[in-house]
C-alpha cells in the first residue's frame, strides 16, 4: 500500500471574496453633486502550492437596472499569481443622476479563473443598494501623495490623508477612484486612531458585521460579530494603496469617503476638492537596421551597417542597450564603431565580445584570428550602452550606432 501525505499542497487553487460594501448611492438632497462612481471588487488569493498563470476576473450582472452600470471595463487581470499571493480587482459601478434610482438594486457576482485551475465565484446573491447619502462635514480628505506622472510596468504607492468622527463609524470606507485600465491593485493598507492602533488591508472597514445577505430579515443592518473594538472605526484614517502601472493614460483619481452611523449614510463634505491626475507613459523605442553598399557583394568589399533608434513613446527612454553581431563570414574593421546620441547629455560606452555575448571584455586588434591587417576575425558582438535618456519628442529622439565589417 502506497499512502501519499501532503500532494494536494502542490496543485494551484484559488478563492474569491468581496472586499468592498454593497451600498453605493447618490446625494439626498442635490443629484447634481456628490459622489455617482464607487469601487466594487474583490480579492483573489492563491490557496494551493505553486503558482497559477492567467488570472481573469469578470464581473457579472445578474439582474437588470438601467440605473447602475459599469463605468469601465468588466475584465480585470493578472499575469500571474504566486503561490499563497493574492491580488485585488475592482471594478467601477456608477449611479445615473436621477431620483429613481434611490432604493434601487442591481445583482452581481465575480467570477475569476485562471490556467490549469478551477473557476470560482463569489457567493450569490449580492447587490449594490442605491442608497440617499448625506454630505458629512465630519468626514474630510487633507491629501493624496504619489507620483504624477508614472511609467508603464512599474510599482508606485499612493497615500490618501482623511478623516472621520473621533470615535469613528459602523461602516466606513475609503478610496481613490483609480482606473482599473491603468492600473492594478497589488495591496491596500489602512491605518486608524480608532480604536487605537486598529488597521487593515483593505478600504473597506466592516466594523460592527454587517448584513450583506439581500433575502435576510436583517439585510443592510449591524448583525456582528463585530470586527473591531466597540463596533466602529475611523477617526484619522491613512489609506496606502501599492499599484503597478498596466497602461498608458491620463486619470484623475478622487477620494470618497463613505460610512453608516445611526440610520443613515454619508459621504465626504469635501468630495470632489482633494483629487490627484495621474498620467501613464512609456517609451517606445523602434531599430531600423541598414547597409551600405547593399545587395550581393564579392569578397573583400567594406560593408557599413548603421542600426537607427528612435523614441516613438509618450516617456523618455533610459537604460537604452543596442547588442548586434558580426554577419557570418565577415571581419570586423577595427576603428570603424560610430554613435550618434539622439538626446544632447545622451553618453555611450562600447564593449565587445568574442564569444558570442558570453563576456564584453575583448579588445579588437588587428589581424587577430587571422584576419587581414586592419580587421579583427575574433569579434562576435558590439554592444553600446547608453547613459542619460532618450527624448520622446523631435528633435532628439533619434540617434544611430554603426560598424563596417569585410566579407571574407
Same mark, same amino acid.
Given at each position: 500500500?502506497?499512502?501519499?501525505?501532503?500532494?494536494?499542497?502542490?496543485?494551484?487553487?484559488?478563492?474569491?471574496?468581496?472586499?468592498?460594501?454593497?451600498?453605493?448611492?447618490?446625494?439626498?438632497?442635490?443629484?447634481?453633486?456628490?459622489?455617482?462612481?464607487?469601487?466594487?471588487?474583490?480579492?483573489?488569493?492563491?490557496?494551493?502550492?505553486?503558482?497559477?498563470?492567467?488570472?481573469?476576473?469578470?464581473?457579472?450582472?445578474?439582474?437588470?437596472?438601467?440605473?447602475?452600470?459599469?463605468?469601465?471595463? +468588466?475584465?480585470?487581470?493578472?499575469?500571474? %499569481?504566486?503561490?499563497?499571493?493574492?491580488?485585488?480587482?475592482?471594478?467601477?459601478?456608477?449611479? !445615473?443622476?436621477?431620483?429613481?434610482?434611490?432604493?434601487?438594486?442591481?445583482?452581481?457576482?465575480?467570477?475569476? +479563473?485562471?490556467?490549469?485551475?478551477?473557476?470560482?465565484?463569489?457567493?450569490?446573491?449580492?447587490? %449594490?443598494?442605491?442608497?440617499?447619502?448625506?454630505?458629512?462635514?465630519?468626514?474630510?480628505?487633507?491629501?493624496?501623495?504619489?507620483?504624477?506622472?508614472?511609467?508603464?510596468?512599474?510599482?508606485?504607492?499612493?497615500?490618501?490623508?482623511?478623516?472621520?468622527?473621533?470615535?469613528?463609524?459602523?461602516?466606513?470606507?475609503?478610496?481613490? *477612484?483609480?482606473?482599473?485600465?491603468?492600473?492594478?491593485?497589488?495591496?491596500?493598507?489602512?491605518?486608524?486612531?480608532?480604536?487605537?492602533?486598529?488597521?487593515?488591508?483593505?478600504?473597506?472597514?466592516?466594523?460592527?458585521?454587517?448584513?450583506?445577505?439581500?433575502?435576510?430579515?436583517?439585510?443592510? *443592518?449591524?448583525?456582528?460579530?463585530?470586527?473591531?473594538?466597540?463596533?466602529?472605526?475611523?477617526?484619522?484614517?491613512?489609506?496606502?494603496? !501599492?499599484?503597478?502601472?498596466? +497602461?498608458?493614460?491620463?486619470?484623475?483619481?478622487?477620494?470618497?469617503?463613505?460610512?453608516?452611523?445611526?440610520?443613515?449614510?454619508?459621504?465626504? $463634505?469635501?468630495?470632489?476638492?482633494?483629487?490627484?491626475?495621474?498620467?501613464?507613459?512609456?517609451?517606445?523605442?523602434?531599430?531600423?537596421?541598414?547597409?551600405?553598399?547593399?545587395?550581393?557583394?564579392?569578397?573583400?568589399?567594406?560593408?557599413?551597417? +548603421?542600426?537607427?533608434?528612435?523614441?516613438?513613446?509618450?516617456?523618455?527612454?533610459?537604460?537604452?542597450?543596442?547588442?548586434?553581431?558580426?554577419?557570418?563570414?565577415?571581419?570586423?574593421?577595427?576603428?570603424?564603431?560610430?554613435?550618434?546620441?539622439?538626446?544632447?547629455?545622451?553618453?555611450?560606452?562600447?564593449?565587445?565580445?568574442?564569444?558570442?555575448?558570453? !563576456?564584453?571584455?575583448?579588445?579588437?586588434?588587428?589581424?587577430?584570428?587571422?584576419?587581414?591587417?586592419?580587421?579583427?576575425?575574433?569579434?562576435?558582438?558590439?554592444?553600446?550602452?547608453?547613459?542619460? $535618456?532618450?527624448?520622446?519628442?523631435?528633435?532628439?529622439?533619434?540617434?544611430?550606432?554603426?560598424?563596417?565589417?569585410?566579407?571574407?
Amino acid at each position: 500500500m502506497l499512502i501519499f501525505c501532503g500532494v494536494q499542497s502542490v496543485y494551484a487553487g484559488i478563492t474569491v471574496t468581496p472586499v468592498t460594501w454593497n451600498v453605493i448611492g447618490l446625494d439626498s438632497n442635490n443629484l447634481s453633486i456628490g459622489p455617482d462612481t464607487f469601487q466594487v471588487g474583490a480579492r483573489v488569493c492563491n490557496t494551493g502550492g505553486t503558482a497559477i498563470t492567467n488570472v481573469v476576473g469578470n464581473f457579472v450582472w445578474d439582474s437588470t437596472n438601467i440605473y447602475i452600470n459599469l463605468a469601465g471595463p +468588466s475584465t480585470d487581470t493578472a499575469a500571474s %499569481l504566486a503561490a499563497g499571493a493574492c491580488v485585488d480587482f475592482y471594478y467601477q459601478a456608477t449611479v !445615473t443622476r436621477t431620483s429613481s434610482a434611490y432604493n434601487t438594486m442591481r445583482s452581481y457576482h465575480i467570477t475569476v +479563473s485562471a490556467d490549469n485551475t478551477a473557476a470560482v465565484s463569489t457567493t450569490t446573491p449580492r447587490e %449594490l443598494y442605491v442608497e440617499h447619502l448625506i454630505s458629512q462635514g465630519r468626514n474630510s480628505t487633507s491629501s493624496i501623495n504619489g507620483p504624477t506622472t508614472v511609467y508603464v510596468g512599474q510599482t508606485y504607492t499612493y497615500t490618501l490623508n482623511a478623516s472621520t468622527a473621533t470615535q469613528g463609524y459602523d461602516q466606513l470606507e475609503d478610496f481613490l *477612484s483609480l482606473s482599473n485600465v491603468i492600473f492594478q491593485v497589488l495591496a491596500v493598507n489602512t491605518t486608524y486612531s480608532a480604536p487605537a492602533g486598529a488597521t487593515n488591508d483593505k478600504f473597506y472597514a466592516d466594523a460592527c458585521g454587517w448584513d450583506n445577505d439581500p433575502l435576510s430579515g436583517t439585510y443592510r *443592518s449591524c448583525i456582528g460579530p463585530a470586527n473591531y473594538s466597540g463596533g466602529k472605526v475611523g477617526g484619522t484614517v491613512v489609506t496606502t494603496y !501599492t499599484v503597478k502601472v498596466l +497602461s498608458t493614460g491620463t486619470t484623475t483619481a478622487t477620494a470618497l469617503i463613505l460610512d453608516h452611523s445611526g440610520s443613515s449614510y454619508h459621504y465626504n $463634505s469635501d468630495y470632489g476638492s482633494t483629487s490627484i491626475t495621474i498620467s501613464a507613459v512609456q517609451p517606445n523605442v523602434g531599430l531600423q537596421k541598414a547597409v551600405n553598399p547593399s545587395g550581393s557583394q564579392p569578397p573583400g568589399t567594406d560593408l557599413t551597417y +548603421s542600426i537607427a533608434f528612435t523614441n516613438t513613446g509618450s516617456a523618455p527612454a533610459t537604460g537604452l542597450v543596442v547588442t548586434d553581431p558580426i554577419p557570418a563570414n565577415t571581419d570586423f574593421k577595427v576603428g570603424s564603431v560610430t554613435t550618434t546620441p539622439g538626446s544632447t547629455g545622451l553618453t555611450v560606452t562600447i564593449a565587445y565580445s568574442n564569444n558570442n555575448g558570453s !563576456t564584453w571584455t575583448y579588445t579588437p586588434a588587428s589581424g587577430s584570428g587571422g584576419a587581414p591587417s586592419g580587421y579583427d576575425r575574433d569579434v562576435t558582438n558590439i554592444r553600446w550602452t547608453f547613459a542619460g $535618456s532618450l527624448s520622446p519628442t523631435s528633435p532628439g529622439n533619434t540617434g544611430s550606432v554603426g560598424f563596417t565589417v569585410r566579407i571574407r
